[in-house]
């Protein structure tokens, strides 16, 4: 079986429509839309949010199987983290597509970005893990925290309950990834800097130009969320104690808060 | 997704929303512009397309082989905003079947093609061919 398989390469069935993320986003620029994300102020967030993840938590589990596979030499217990990772990705995969089914959506409603699957791409565990588990899984801590208050907001207890239950798992995940993150780079200066590079990148690619903030500081604005009127985030917001939770330093939620801080003053 | 009933019947949550259709001149608009393509027929596809995306078209028009396709099937769409994805496939008697996927857009009234890529051969399968 072939390692690294290549990001157009990544397989679906014909109803799914896969596009790069460059692309997507060229489409968002070409309606006069913000490029990087679905932002809470747009018609159909809850639904292409809802989306986004759940194609994000199949990539999740297609990744972690694939870092199995691609390094056979890591170590044993590295191994049964990432196995471990795949069963986690693959419950959560399901409870978003059934919430896609409660909020009246359906997976492939939306197309489905391949960024996720582009961390694949790197030849090193440690900065597959510095990549997916520390970058994308924490950012995906700040996304969840801000669906679960959003749910709490709408007074819907399943979209709060059945995403907190996911976001329990994440956090182990990101503090998997920076237990590995450190243990394969023991005694290896240049490849810890290499695996946080990669991270910073992901990191930056999503800061989304400002339009993040810490949670606190979200100007709040009234949005219609499945039916219900509700004064919620303008923002995608950063959530101090998610992250603290999932095991990254202050240093490091202060870092990306000031480049979130940093990109909106452009 | 299986077909799941009259979940009004259903014990526990019903959902929350309802689904939405594709407009139905987004879809006529594709049909159409997936005629003219299987044709390539590029002088009335010309007037169909923005202009950064006319190399795009005319590259895929030029990868389909003259008079080989008759018919065509759109498998997926999928929702961007305001515009639409639209994967189809190309059929004729004596030729492999060719898949496109176009990004339409209404502009000044209609459904006009933004992208247009040759996903033959790649992207679309579930494993095995690469």
């Given at each position: 079986?072939?390692?690294?398989?290549?990001v157009d390469?990544?397989?679906?069935?014909?109803?799914?429509?896969?596009?790069?993320?460059?692309?997507?986003?060229?489409?968002?620029?070409d309606?006069?839309?913000?490029?990087n994300?679905?932002?809470?102020?747009?018609?159909?967030?809850l639904?292409?949010r809802?989306h986004?993840?759940?194609?994000g938590?199949m990539?999740?589990?297609e990744?972690?199987?694939?870092?199995?596979?691609?390094?056979?030499d890591?170590p044993?217990e590295?191994?049964?983290?990432?196995?471990r990772?795949?069963w986690?990705?693959?419950?959560?995969a399901e409870i978003?597509v059934?919430?896609?089914?409660y909020?009246?959506s359906?997976?492939?409603e939306f197309?489905e970005s391949e960024?996720l699957?582009?961390?694949?791409?790197?030849?090193d565990?440690?900065?597959?893990v510095?990549?997916?588990n520390?970058?994308?899984?924490?950012?995906?801590?700040?996304?969840?925290?801000?669906i679960i208050?959003?749910?709490?907001?709408?007074?819907?207890p399943i979209?709060?309950?059945?995403?907190?239950?996911?976001?329990?798992?994440e956090?182990?995940?990101?503090?998997?990834?920076?237990?590995?993150?450190?243990?394969?780079?023991?005694?290896?200066p240049?490849?810890?800097r290499?695996a946080?590079?990669f991270?910073?990148?992901?990191?930056?690619?999503f800061?989304?130009d400002?339009?993040?903030?810490?949670?606190?500081?979200?100007?709040?604005?009234?949005l219609?969320l499945?039916?219900?009127q509700?004064d919620?985030?303008?923002t995608?917001?950063i959530?101090?104690e998610?992250?603290?939770?999932a095991?990254?330093t202050?240093?490091e939620?202060d870092r990306?808060?000031k480049a979130?801080a940093?990109?909106?003053?452009? | 997704?299986p077909e799941?009933?009259?979940?009004s019947r259903?014990i526990?949550?019903?959902?929350?929303?309802e689904?939405?259709a594709p407009?139905p001149?987004?879809?006529?608009?594709a049909d159409r512009?997936l005629?003219?393509?299987?044709?390539r027929?590029r002088?009335?596809?010309?007037?169909?397309?923005?202009?950064?995306?006319a190399a795009?078209?005319?590259?895929l028009?030029?990868?389909?082989?003259?008079?080989?396709?008759v018919?065509?099937?759109?498998?997926a769409h999928a929702?961007?905003?305001?515009?639409?994805?639209?994967?189809?496939r190309l059929f004729?008697e004596?030729a492999?079947?060719?898949?496109?996927?176009?990004?339409?857009?209404?502009?000044?009234?209609?459904?006009?093609?933004?992208?247009?890529?040759?996903?033959?051969?790649?992207?679309?399968?579930?494993?095995?061919?690469?």
């Open positions: 079986m072939q390692r690294m398989i290549a390469r990544l397989a679906r069935p014909d109803e799914i429509i896969l596009v790069p993320v460059e692309r997507i986003r060229e489409s968002r620029i309606q006069g839309l913000m490029p994300a679905v932002m809470p102020l747009e018609e159909d967030f639904k292409g809802l986004g993840i759940a194609t938590e990539q999740a589990m990744a972690a199987g694939r870092t199995l596979f691609d390094f056979p890591a044993w590295f191994q049964l983290d990432m196995a990772q795949v986690d990705e693959s419950r959560h978003f059934k919430l896609l089914e909020v009246g359906y997976l492939g197309p960024v699957w582009s961390c694949t791409q790197v030849d565990p440690a900065c597959r510095a990549g997916i520390r970058g994308l899984e924490g950012l995906a801590c700040d996304v969840f925290e801000q208050r959003m749910g709490q907001k709408m007074g819907d979209i709060e309950r059945a995403v907190d239950y996911v976001l329990a798992d956090i182990t995940h990101v503090r998997m990834g920076s237990k590995w993150m450190r243990k394969l780079t023991e005694g290896d240049e490849r810890l290499r946080q590079e991270q910073d990148n992901i990191d930056a690619l800061n989304f400002g339009f993040r903030t810490a949670k606190e500081d979200a100007p709040q604005v009234p219609v499945g039916g219900t509700v919620f985030d303008s995608l917001t959530s101090r998610t992250r603290l939770l095991g990254f202050d240093e939620i990306l808060m979130a940093r990109s909106s003053a452009y | 997704m799941l009933g009259d979940r259903a526990g949550p019903q959902p929350i929303g689904r939405s407009p001149a987004m879809l006529a608009a512009i005629d003219l393509i299987a044709q027929d002088a009335m596809l010309n007037g169909m397309v923005v202009e950064k995306a795009e078209l005319e590259a028009i030029d990868s389909i082989p003259a008079t080989a396709y018919s065509h099937e759109i498998i929702k961007a905003n305001d515009h639409y994805y639209v994967k189809a004729g004596n492999e079947s060719f898949t496109l996927q176009l990004r339409l857009g209404a502009r000044g009234g209609r459904w006009i093609i933004w992208e247009a890529v040759n996903l033959t051969g790649g992207r679309t399968a579930w494993t095995s061919q690469g």
